[in-house]
Protein backbone atom coordinates (compact mmCIF):
# COMPACT_ATOMS: atom_id res chain seq x y z
CA UNK A 1 0.00 0.00 0.00
CA UNK A 2 2.69 2.22 1.07
CA UNK A 3 4.77 1.80 -2.53
CA UNK A 4 1.37 2.30 -4.14
CA UNK A 5 0.31 5.00 -2.21
CA UNK A 6 4.04 6.76 -2.89
CA UNK A 7 3.45 5.72 -6.80
CA UNK A 8 0.48 7.55 -7.05
CA UNK A 9 1.47 10.77 -4.56
CA UNK A 10 -2.01 9.58 -2.42
CA UNK A 11 -2.91 9.90 0.77
CA UNK A 12 -5.99 8.94 3.09
CA UNK A 13 -7.56 11.18 5.92
CA UNK A 14 -9.98 8.97 7.86
CA UNK A 15 -12.67 10.73 10.02
CA UNK A 16 -14.24 8.15 12.72
CA UNK A 17 -16.87 9.21 14.79
CA UNK A 18 -16.44 7.82 18.02
CA UNK A 19 -19.54 9.20 20.03
CA UNK A 20 -21.93 11.58 19.10
CA UNK A 21 -23.46 13.36 22.40
CA UNK A 22 -26.17 16.53 21.36
CA UNK A 23 -23.61 18.85 19.49
CA UNK A 24 -20.25 17.35 20.59
CA UNK A 25 -18.97 14.78 19.09
CA UNK A 26 -15.81 12.74 19.14
CA UNK A 27 -13.86 12.37 16.13
CA UNK A 28 -10.87 9.89 15.83
CA UNK A 29 -8.81 10.86 12.89
CA UNK A 30 -5.93 8.85 11.03
CA UNK A 31 -3.60 9.63 8.17
CA UNK A 32 -2.52 7.62 5.89
CA UNK A 33 -0.05 8.64 3.14
CA UNK A 34 3.40 7.10 2.25
CA UNK A 35 5.28 8.17 4.90
CA UNK A 36 3.29 6.40 7.57
CA UNK A 37 2.28 3.61 5.67
CA UNK A 38 5.96 2.58 4.94
CA UNK A 39 6.95 3.46 8.48
CA UNK A 40 4.36 1.06 9.96
CA UNK A 41 5.63 -1.86 7.53
CA UNK A 42 8.66 -1.51 8.91
CA UNK A 43 7.67 -1.94 12.49
CA UNK A 44 5.50 -4.39 12.11
CA UNK A 45 8.49 -6.80 9.89
CA UNK A 46 10.99 -5.93 12.73
CA UNK A 47 8.52 -6.37 16.07
CA UNK A 48 7.37 -9.71 14.33
CA UNK A 49 10.76 -10.80 13.86
CA UNK A 50 11.71 -9.97 17.39
CA UNK A 51 8.44 -11.14 18.89
CA UNK A 52 9.87 -14.63 16.82
CA UNK A 53 13.79 -14.01 18.25
CA UNK A 54 12.01 -13.77 21.72
CA UNK A 55 10.76 -17.09 21.64
CA UNK A 56 14.34 -18.37 22.01
CA UNK A 57 15.54 -15.67 23.84
CA UNK A 58 12.84 -15.51 26.49
CA UNK A 59 12.73 -19.37 26.79
CA UNK A 60 13.52 -19.48 30.53
CA UNK A 61 10.94 -16.93 31.47
CA UNK A 62 8.02 -18.62 33.16
CA UNK A 63 5.85 -15.41 32.14
CA UNK A 64 6.90 -15.28 28.42
CA UNK A 65 3.33 -14.07 27.64
CA UNK A 66 3.61 -11.41 29.94
CA UNK A 67 6.54 -10.22 27.75
CA UNK A 68 4.89 -10.51 24.39
CA UNK A 69 1.67 -8.85 25.64
CA UNK A 70 3.68 -6.08 26.47
CA UNK A 71 6.00 -5.64 23.31
CA UNK A 72 2.57 -5.94 21.58
CA UNK A 73 0.92 -2.87 23.54
CA UNK A 74 4.21 -1.23 22.76
CA UNK A 75 3.61 -1.57 19.20
CA UNK A 76 0.38 -0.60 19.30
CA UNK A 77 1.24 2.80 21.02
CA UNK A 78 3.56 3.13 18.09
CA UNK A 79 1.26 2.44 15.25
CA UNK A 80 -1.50 5.39 17.01
CA UNK A 81 1.79 7.22 16.90
CA UNK A 82 2.30 7.24 13.48
CA UNK A 83 -0.93 7.15 12.14
CA UNK A 84 -2.07 10.17 14.51
CA UNK A 85 -2.51 13.37 12.87
CA UNK A 86 -4.37 14.76 15.70
CA UNK A 87 -2.35 15.63 19.16
CA UNK A 88 -4.33 14.05 21.00
CA UNK A 89 -4.01 10.88 19.45
CA UNK A 90 -0.46 10.93 19.48
CA UNK A 91 -0.67 11.95 22.99
CA UNK A 92 -2.22 8.59 23.48
CA UNK A 93 0.40 6.96 21.52
CA UNK A 94 3.32 9.00 23.20
CA UNK A 95 1.99 8.03 26.90
CA UNK A 96 1.52 4.61 25.89
CA UNK A 97 4.99 4.32 24.79
CA UNK A 98 6.56 5.87 27.86
CA UNK A 99 4.17 3.95 30.26
CA UNK A 100 5.26 0.33 28.48
CA UNK A 101 8.94 1.08 28.15
CA UNK A 102 9.05 1.64 31.72
CA UNK A 103 7.18 -1.53 32.52
CA UNK A 104 9.88 -3.29 29.69
CA UNK A 105 12.91 -1.34 30.98
CA UNK A 106 12.22 -3.21 34.95
CA UNK A 107 11.34 -6.24 33.44
CA UNK A 108 14.21 -7.89 35.21
CA UNK A 109 13.89 -6.67 38.59
CA UNK A 110 16.45 -5.40 40.31
CA UNK A 111 17.69 -2.07 41.70
CA UNK A 112 19.80 -1.08 38.35
CA UNK A 113 16.63 -1.82 36.07
CA UNK A 114 14.61 0.43 38.63
CA UNK A 115 16.35 3.29 37.98
CA UNK A 116 16.96 2.82 34.68
CA UNK A 117 13.25 2.60 34.38
CA UNK A 118 12.68 5.44 36.69
CA UNK A 119 15.04 7.53 34.77
CA UNK A 120 13.60 6.71 31.33
CA UNK A 121 9.85 7.57 32.38
CA UNK A 122 10.71 10.53 34.18
CA UNK A 123 13.13 11.89 31.25
CA UNK A 124 9.91 11.11 28.89
CA UNK A 125 7.63 12.89 31.23
CA UNK A 126 9.28 16.52 30.53
CA UNK A 127 8.40 15.11 26.86
CA UNK A 128 4.79 14.35 27.77
CA UNK A 129 4.31 17.83 29.16
CA UNK A 130 5.55 19.76 26.44
CA UNK A 131 2.86 18.10 23.91
CA UNK A 132 0.44 18.65 26.45
CA UNK A 133 1.44 22.04 26.61
CA UNK A 134 1.15 22.18 22.85
CA UNK A 135 -2.17 20.65 22.84
CA UNK A 136 -3.18 23.66 25.12
CA UNK A 137 -2.27 25.94 22.98
CA UNK A 138 -3.48 24.50 20.04
CA UNK A 139 -7.26 25.63 21.31
CA UNK A 140 -6.38 28.84 19.69
CA UNK A 141 -6.72 27.36 16.31
CA UNK A 142 -10.06 25.54 14.91
CA UNK A 143 -9.19 21.85 16.14
CA UNK A 144 -5.82 19.65 17.46
CA UNK A 145 -5.51 18.49 14.07
CA UNK A 146 -2.14 20.09 13.41
CA UNK A 147 -1.90 18.95 9.79
CA UNK A 148 -4.64 21.87 8.85
CA UNK A 149 -2.72 24.72 10.03
CA UNK A 150 0.99 23.81 9.08
CA UNK A 151 0.99 26.41 6.77
CA UNK A 152 -0.78 28.77 8.38
CA UNK A 153 1.32 28.37 11.37
CA UNK A 154 4.71 29.47 9.68
CA UNK A 155 3.41 32.59 8.91
CA UNK A 156 2.33 33.00 12.32
CA UNK A 157 4.07 34.29 15.80
CA UNK A 158 2.52 32.06 18.42
CA UNK A 159 3.80 29.32 16.02
CA UNK A 160 7.29 29.70 17.88
CA UNK A 161 5.84 28.62 20.95
CA UNK A 162 3.94 25.70 19.65
CA UNK A 163 6.90 24.72 17.73
CA UNK A 164 9.31 24.75 20.71
CA UNK A 165 7.66 22.66 23.00
CA UNK A 166 7.02 20.31 19.76
CA UNK A 167 10.70 20.44 19.82
CA UNK A 168 11.53 19.86 23.58
CA UNK A 169 8.99 16.91 23.08
CA UNK A 170 10.78 15.40 20.37
CA UNK A 171 14.69 16.06 21.98
CA UNK A 172 13.15 13.75 25.23
CA UNK A 173 12.05 11.04 23.14
CA UNK A 174 14.71 10.73 20.81
CA UNK A 175 17.37 11.73 23.52
CA UNK A 176 19.47 14.62 22.13
CA UNK A 177 21.74 16.91 24.57
CA UNK A 178 20.54 17.50 27.74
CA UNK A 179 18.61 14.76 27.86
CA UNK A 180 20.69 11.88 26.47
CA UNK A 181 21.55 10.04 29.46
CA UNK A 182 18.63 7.80 29.86
CA UNK A 183 18.94 5.69 26.35
CA UNK A 184 21.91 4.12 27.59
CA UNK A 185 20.19 3.38 30.77
CA UNK A 186 17.71 1.84 28.88
CA UNK A 187 19.91 -0.90 27.97
CA UNK A 188 18.98 -2.49 31.53
CA UNK A 189 16.13 -4.53 29.07
CA UNK A 190 15.76 -7.64 27.75
CA UNK A 191 17.81 -7.28 24.46
CA UNK A 192 14.70 -7.85 21.93
CA UNK A 193 13.01 -5.04 23.74
CA UNK A 194 16.38 -3.25 23.08
CA UNK A 195 16.07 -4.21 19.26
CA UNK A 196 12.72 -2.82 19.22
CA UNK A 197 13.06 0.08 21.32
CA UNK A 198 16.36 1.53 19.52
CA UNK A 199 15.45 0.14 15.73
CA UNK A 200 11.91 1.41 14.86
CA UNK A 201 9.69 2.16 18.07
CA UNK A 202 11.03 4.52 21.22
CA UNK A 203 13.86 6.38 20.23
CA UNK A 204 12.38 7.49 16.50
CA UNK A 205 9.05 9.00 17.96
CA UNK A 206 10.43 12.21 18.10
CA UNK A 207 12.26 12.49 14.74
CA UNK A 208 8.66 11.00 13.09
CA UNK A 209 7.25 14.04 14.89
CA UNK A 210 9.36 16.44 14.05
CA UNK A 211 9.28 15.16 10.30
CA UNK A 212 5.61 16.19 10.35
CA UNK A 213 6.06 19.81 12.07
CA UNK A 214 9.32 19.88 9.29
CA UNK A 215 7.29 23.49 7.98
CA UNK A 216 7.82 25.22 11.28
CA UNK A 217 11.84 24.11 12.28
CA UNK A 218 12.92 25.54 8.38
CA UNK A 219 11.47 29.20 9.44
CA UNK A 220 12.99 30.28 12.35
CA UNK A 221 15.67 29.97 14.73
CA UNK A 222 14.92 26.44 16.07
CA UNK A 223 16.46 24.81 12.87
CA UNK A 224 19.77 26.45 14.08
CA UNK A 225 19.54 25.89 17.75
CA UNK A 226 18.67 21.98 16.65
CA UNK A 227 20.89 21.81 14.44
CA UNK A 228 23.87 22.77 17.24
CA UNK A 229 22.42 20.20 20.18
CA UNK A 230 21.96 17.56 17.51
CA UNK A 231 25.20 17.89 16.12
CA UNK A 232 26.94 17.91 19.85
CA UNK A 233 24.50 14.78 20.62
CA UNK A 234 26.18 12.76 17.54
CA UNK A 235 29.69 13.73 18.62
CA UNK A 236 29.17 13.26 22.38
CA UNK A 237 28.26 9.82 21.60
CA UNK A 238 30.33 8.47 18.84
CA UNK A 239 33.03 9.96 21.43
CA UNK A 240 31.48 7.72 24.35
CA UNK A 241 31.36 4.64 22.16
CA UNK A 242 34.87 4.55 21.63
CA UNK A 243 35.66 3.94 25.91
CA UNK A 244 32.48 1.98 26.17
CA UNK A 245 33.45 -1.90 27.10
CA UNK A 246 29.89 -2.66 28.00
CA UNK A 247 28.60 -4.80 24.39
CA UNK A 248 24.92 -3.51 24.92
CA UNK A 249 25.75 -0.07 25.66
CA UNK A 250 28.23 0.76 22.50
CA UNK A 251 25.05 -0.37 20.34
CA UNK A 252 22.52 2.21 22.35
CA UNK A 253 25.45 4.79 22.27
CA UNK A 254 25.58 4.53 18.54
CA UNK A 255 21.98 4.71 18.21
CA UNK A 256 22.43 7.79 19.65
CA UNK A 257 24.99 8.83 17.50
CA UNK A 258 22.65 7.85 14.51
CA UNK A 259 19.56 10.08 16.23
CA UNK A 260 22.09 13.24 16.05
CA UNK A 261 22.49 12.67 12.94
CA UNK A 262 18.86 12.43 12.04
CA UNK A 263 17.85 15.24 13.85
CA UNK A 264 20.41 17.22 12.03
CA UNK A 265 19.88 16.42 8.80
CA UNK A 266 16.39 16.97 9.38
CA UNK A 267 16.90 20.76 11.08
CA UNK A 268 18.10 21.33 7.47
CA UNK A 269 15.03 20.96 6.46
CA UNK A 270 15.53 17.52 4.45
CA UNK A 271 12.97 16.16 5.73
CA UNK A 272 13.10 12.84 2.85
CA UNK A 273 16.46 12.10 3.81
CA UNK A 274 16.10 12.26 7.89
CA UNK A 275 12.82 9.87 7.03
CA UNK A 276 15.11 7.60 4.51
CA UNK A 277 18.31 7.42 7.22
CA UNK A 278 15.48 6.31 9.80
CA UNK A 279 14.36 3.30 8.21
CA UNK A 280 17.51 2.28 6.90
CA UNK A 281 19.03 2.29 10.39
CA UNK A 282 15.98 0.31 11.62
CA UNK A 283 16.90 -2.41 9.72
CA UNK A 284 20.72 -3.14 10.96
CA UNK A 285 20.09 -1.70 14.46
CA UNK A 286 17.75 -4.28 15.26
CA UNK A 287 19.93 -7.46 13.52
CA UNK A 288 22.62 -5.35 15.77
CA UNK A 289 21.49 -5.91 18.67
CA UNK A 290 19.82 -9.59 17.71
CA UNK A 291 23.35 -10.83 17.37
CA UNK A 292 24.40 -8.79 20.27
CA UNK A 293 21.55 -11.07 22.04
CA UNK A 294 23.12 -14.03 20.95
CA UNK A 295 26.61 -13.53 21.49
CA UNK A 296 25.06 -12.56 25.36
CA UNK A 297 23.14 -15.65 25.48
CA UNK A 298 26.41 -17.80 24.29
CA UNK A 299 28.70 -15.81 27.01
CA UNK A 300 26.67 -16.78 29.63
CA UNK A 301 24.72 -13.64 30.15
CA UNK A 302 27.93 -12.03 30.01
CA UNK A 303 28.11 -8.16 27.98
CA UNK A 304 31.57 -7.16 28.88
CA UNK A 305 33.83 -7.01 25.11
CA UNK A 306 36.86 -7.57 27.34
CA UNK A 307 36.14 -11.17 28.04
CA UNK A 308 35.37 -11.88 24.59
CA UNK A 309 37.51 -12.35 21.39
CA UNK A 310 37.54 -15.17 18.68
CA UNK A 311 33.78 -15.24 18.75
CA UNK A 312 34.08 -15.69 14.50
CA UNK A 313 35.52 -19.21 15.03
CA UNK A 314 32.66 -20.41 17.31
CA UNK A 315 29.64 -18.39 16.71
CA UNK A 316 30.48 -18.06 12.44
CA UNK A 317 26.19 -17.25 11.08
CA UNK A 318 25.98 -14.55 13.99
CA UNK A 319 29.33 -13.03 14.28
CA UNK A 320 28.70 -12.57 9.83
CA UNK A 321 25.32 -11.27 10.55
CA UNK A 322 27.00 -9.02 13.28
CA UNK A 323 29.60 -7.50 11.20
CA UNK A 324 27.58 -6.77 7.85
CA UNK A 325 25.03 -4.77 10.51
CA UNK A 326 28.28 -3.25 11.50
CA UNK A 327 29.50 -2.38 7.94
CA UNK A 328 26.22 -1.14 7.27
CA UNK A 329 26.10 1.21 10.27
CA UNK A 330 29.24 2.65 8.56
CA UNK A 331 27.95 3.43 5.59
CA UNK A 332 30.02 0.70 3.32
CA UNK A 333 29.50 0.48 -0.14
CA UNK A 334 25.81 -0.85 -1.75
CA UNK A 335 24.96 -1.89 2.06
CA UNK A 336 21.70 0.08 3.36
CA UNK A 337 23.79 2.46 5.49
CA UNK A 338 25.28 3.68 2.42
CA UNK A 339 22.62 5.12 0.41
CA UNK A 340 21.26 7.22 3.58
CA UNK A 341 24.17 7.96 5.13
CA UNK A 342 26.52 9.00 1.73
CA UNK A 343 23.59 10.86 0.59
CA UNK A 344 22.88 13.15 4.10
CA UNK A 345 26.73 14.13 4.05
CA UNK A 346 26.96 15.09 0.50
CA UNK A 347 24.01 17.34 0.92
CA UNK A 348 25.63 18.43 4.36
CA UNK A 349 28.96 19.40 1.95
CA UNK A 350 26.11 20.93 -0.47
CA UNK A 351 24.88 23.43 1.50
CA UNK A 352 25.34 26.75 3.29
CA UNK A 353 26.71 24.88 6.50
CA UNK A 354 29.35 26.29 8.85
CA UNK A 355 32.40 25.24 9.98
CA UNK A 356 31.68 23.70 13.24
CA UNK A 357 29.03 21.95 12.27
CA UNK A 358 30.43 20.44 9.12
CA UNK A 359 32.99 19.40 11.46
CA UNK A 360 30.19 17.56 13.53
CA UNK A 361 29.01 15.80 11.21
CA UNK A 362 32.06 14.32 9.49
CA UNK A 363 33.69 13.90 12.43
CA UNK A 364 30.93 11.51 13.89
CA UNK A 365 30.80 9.52 11.38
CA UNK A 366 34.79 8.97 11.78
CA UNK A 367 34.13 8.23 15.09
CA UNK A 368 31.56 5.59 14.41
CA UNK A 369 33.87 3.38 12.50
CA UNK A 370 36.11 3.72 15.06
CA UNK A 371 34.13 2.27 17.21
CA UNK A 372 32.56 -0.36 14.70
CA UNK A 373 35.95 -1.50 14.19
CA UNK A 374 37.18 -1.10 17.84
CA UNK A 375 34.73 -3.58 18.64
CA UNK A 376 34.57 -6.51 15.64
CA UNK A 377 38.38 -6.36 16.84
CA UNK A 378 37.60 -7.03 20.39
CA UNK A 379 34.67 -9.63 19.81
CA UNK A 380 35.44 -11.74 17.13
CA UNK A 381 39.25 -11.66 16.33
CA UNK A 382 42.10 -12.39 18.77
CA UNK A 383 42.18 -15.21 21.33
CA UNK A 384 39.14 -16.35 23.58
CA UNK A 385 39.52 -14.76 26.45
CA UNK A 386 36.58 -16.07 28.40
CA UNK A 387 36.74 -18.52 31.71
CA UNK A 388 35.97 -21.82 29.73
CA UNK A 389 35.45 -22.48 26.20
CA UNK A 390 32.79 -25.79 26.86
CA UNK A 391 29.39 -23.89 26.11
CA UNK A 392 30.12 -21.62 22.89
CA UNK A 393 28.40 -22.89 19.82
CA UNK A 394 26.49 -20.63 17.29
CA UNK A 395 22.88 -19.82 18.22
CA UNK A 396 19.71 -21.94 17.75
CA UNK A 397 17.67 -21.68 14.76
CA UNK A 398 14.93 -20.03 15.75
CA UNK A 399 17.22 -16.98 16.98
CA UNK A 400 18.74 -17.42 13.50
CA UNK A 401 16.11 -17.71 11.20
CA UNK A 402 14.58 -13.97 12.72
CA UNK A 403 18.09 -12.27 11.85
CA UNK A 404 18.29 -13.98 8.46
CA UNK A 405 15.35 -11.70 7.49
CA UNK A 406 16.82 -8.42 8.91
CA UNK A 407 20.06 -9.26 6.84
CA UNK A 408 18.71 -9.51 3.88
CA UNK A 409 17.05 -6.78 4.25
CA UNK A 410 20.37 -4.80 5.96
CA UNK A 411 21.84 -5.56 2.04
CA UNK A 412 19.27 -4.79 -0.14
CA UNK A 413 16.79 -2.18 2.10
CA UNK A 414 19.00 0.83 1.23
CA UNK A 415 18.72 0.64 -2.62
CA UNK A 416 14.73 -0.42 -2.83
CA UNK A 417 14.17 2.35 -0.31
CA UNK A 418 16.06 5.01 -2.46
CA UNK A 419 14.09 3.58 -5.73
CA UNK A 420 10.92 3.73 -3.71
CA UNK A 421 11.85 7.58 -2.21
CA UNK A 422 13.43 9.67 -4.34
CA UNK A 423 11.88 7.91 -7.83
CA UNK A 424 14.22 11.36 -9.81
CA UNK A 425 17.83 10.58 -9.37
CA UNK A 426 19.35 13.25 -7.76
CA UNK A 427 22.38 14.55 -8.77
CA UNK A 428 25.07 16.12 -6.47
CA UNK A 429 27.67 17.86 -7.82
CA UNK A 430 30.80 18.33 -5.96
CA UNK A 431 34.73 18.93 -6.60
CA UNK A 432 36.57 15.50 -6.01
CA UNK A 433 37.79 16.01 -2.38
CA UNK A 434 34.73 16.83 -0.70
CA UNK A 435 33.66 13.67 -3.07
CA UNK A 436 35.88 11.53 -1.58
CA UNK A 437 35.84 12.77 1.87
CA UNK A 438 33.18 10.52 2.78
CA UNK A 439 35.32 7.72 1.97
CA UNK A 440 38.97 9.29 3.59
CA UNK A 441 37.07 9.53 7.19
CA UNK A 442 35.49 6.33 7.06
CA UNK A 443 39.05 4.44 6.22
CA UNK A 444 41.18 6.79 9.11
CA UNK A 445 38.35 6.11 11.14
CA UNK A 446 38.70 2.14 10.74
CA UNK A 447 42.51 2.72 11.15
CA UNK A 448 42.13 4.48 14.48
CA UNK A 449 39.70 2.07 15.81
CA UNK A 450 42.32 -0.51 14.88
CA UNK A 451 44.93 1.24 16.60
CA UNK A 452 42.99 1.95 20.09
CA UNK A 453 42.14 -1.63 20.11
CA UNK A 454 45.27 -3.74 19.42
CA UNK A 455 45.68 -4.83 22.56
CA UNK A 456 48.17 -7.46 23.94
CA UNK A 457 49.41 -9.29 27.56
CA UNK A 458 51.63 -6.75 28.25
CA UNK A 459 49.92 -3.45 26.95
CA UNK A 460 48.77 -0.76 28.93
CA UNK A 461 46.03 1.10 28.11
CA UNK A 462 46.38 4.84 26.53
CA UNK A 463 43.72 6.44 27.98
CA UNK A 464 44.79 5.32 31.37
CA UNK A 465 47.17 7.76 30.77
CA UNK A 466 45.03 10.58 30.81
CA UNK A 467 42.43 9.04 33.10
CA UNK A 468 40.72 12.06 33.82
CA UNK A 469 39.56 13.27 30.33
CA UNK A 470 38.90 9.61 29.17
CA UNK A 471 36.93 9.40 32.20
CA UNK A 472 34.82 12.50 31.20
CA UNK A 473 34.09 11.03 27.29
CA UNK A 474 33.35 7.77 28.12
CA UNK A 475 30.65 9.14 30.91
CA UNK A 476 28.50 11.10 28.20
CA UNK A 477 30.14 14.36 29.16
CA UNK A 478 28.67 13.67 32.76
CA UNK A 479 25.35 13.63 31.76
CA UNK A 480 23.96 10.99 33.78
CA UNK A 481 25.57 12.33 36.92
CA UNK A 482 23.90 15.58 36.32
CA UNK A 483 20.60 14.10 35.47
CA UNK A 484 20.51 11.47 38.46
CA UNK A 485 22.98 12.39 41.45
CA UNK A 486 22.72 15.95 40.34
CA UNK A 487 19.24 16.45 40.87
CA UNK A 488 18.46 13.78 43.91
CA UNK A 489 21.60 14.70 45.78
CA UNK A 490 20.27 18.31 46.84
CA UNK A 491 17.45 16.98 48.35
CA UNK A 492 18.72 14.11 49.76
CA UNK A 493 21.29 16.71 51.55
CA UNK A 494 18.28 18.80 52.54
CA UNK A 495 16.01 15.88 53.69
CA UNK A 496 18.94 15.18 55.71
CA UNK A 497 19.26 18.51 56.92
CA UNK A 498 15.56 18.86 57.64
CA UNK A 499 15.71 15.77 59.55
CA UNK A 500 18.72 16.62 61.80
CA UNK A 501 17.40 19.92 62.86
CA UNK A 502 13.91 18.94 63.50
CA UNK A 503 12.88 15.49 64.03
CA UNK A 504 16.48 14.74 65.79
CA UNK A 505 16.69 18.45 67.02
CA UNK A 506 16.66 20.01 70.47
CA UNK A 507 12.98 21.33 69.69
CA UNK A 508 11.86 17.25 69.97
CA UNK A 509 14.04 16.81 72.76
CA UNK A 510 12.63 19.38 75.39
CA UNK A 511 9.22 19.53 73.67
CA UNK A 512 7.46 16.50 72.27
CA UNK A 513 10.15 13.75 73.75
CA UNK A 514 10.55 15.41 77.35
CA UNK A 515 6.56 15.77 77.77
CA UNK A 516 6.32 12.20 76.34
CA UNK A 517 9.12 10.84 79.24
CA UNK A 518 7.06 12.89 82.25
CA UNK A 519 4.32 12.20 81.80
CA UNK A 520 5.26 8.37 81.31
CA UNK A 521 7.09 8.47 84.53
CA UNK A 522 4.05 10.24 86.80
CA UNK A 523 1.52 7.51 85.30
CA UNK A 524 4.14 4.91 86.77
CA UNK A 525 4.00 6.58 90.17
CA UNK A 526 0.15 6.61 89.38
CA UNK A 527 -0.14 3.23 89.07
CA UNK A 528 2.32 1.92 91.37
CA UNK A 529 -0.30 3.83 93.91
CA UNK A 530 -3.48 2.74 92.63
CA UNK A 531 -2.40 -0.76 93.04
CA UNK A 532 -4.59 -2.02 95.93
CA UNK A 533 -1.74 -3.10 97.89
CA UNK A 534 -2.28 -3.66 101.92
CA UNK A 535 0.79 -2.04 102.87
CA UNK A 536 0.61 0.93 100.73
CA UNK A 537 -3.05 0.70 102.28
CA UNK A 538 -2.13 1.01 106.12
CA UNK A 539 0.73 3.36 105.24
CA UNK A 540 -1.48 6.08 103.83
CA UNK A 541 -3.89 5.36 106.85
CA UNK A 542 -1.21 6.31 109.07
CA UNK A 543 -0.05 9.14 107.31
CA UNK A 544 -3.87 10.64 107.63
CA UNK A 545 -4.05 9.38 110.86
CA UNK A 546 -1.36 11.63 111.57
CA UNK A 547 -1.70 14.48 109.15
CA UNK A 548 -5.38 15.12 111.26
CA UNK A 549 -4.21 15.11 114.53
CA UNK A 550 -1.74 17.60 113.31
CA UNK A 551 -4.29 19.86 112.31
CA UNK A 552 -6.17 19.10 115.31
CA UNK A 553 -3.22 19.98 117.65
CA UNK A 554 -2.61 23.11 115.33
CA UNK A 555 -6.33 24.22 115.35
Known sequence: MGMNFILKDYSMFIEWEVVSLNSMSIVMTFLFDWMSLIFMSF?????????????????????????????????????????????????????????VSYCLVIYFQN??????????????????????????????????????????????????????????????????????SWLPAAMAAPTPVSALVHSSTLVT????????????????????????????????????????????????????????????????????????????HALFKALLFMCAGAIIHNMNNNQDIRLMGSLSSSMPLTSSCFNIANLALCGMPFLAGFYSKDIILEMVSLSMVNYFSFFLFFFSTGLTVSYSFRLVYYSMTGDLNFFS??????????????????????????????????????????PLYLKLLTLFVCIMGGFIGYLISNVNLFFFNKSMYSYNISYFLGSMWFMPYVSTYGLINYYLILGKMS?????????????????????????????????????????????????????????
Not at 65 to 83: E, K, P
Not at 512 to 538: D, E, F, P
Open 43 to 99: VLLISSLVIFYSKEYMSSDWKINRFIMLVLMFVFSMMLLIISPNLISILLGWDGLGL
Open 111 to 180: VKSFNAGMLTALSNRIGDVALLLSIAWMLNYGSWNYIFYLDVMKNDYSMVLIGSLIMLAAMTKSAQIPFS
Open 205 to 280: AGVYLLIRFNLILVSNWMGSFLLLLSGLTMFMAGLGANYEFDLKKIIALSTLSQLGLMMSILSMGYLKLAFFHLLT
Open 389 to 430: MNFLNDEGWIMLKSMMGLLFMSIVGGSMLSWLIFPSPLMILL
Open 499 to 555: LKSFDQGWSEFLGGQNLYYHLVKTSQINQVIQNNNLKIYLMSFILWIIIIYMLMLFI
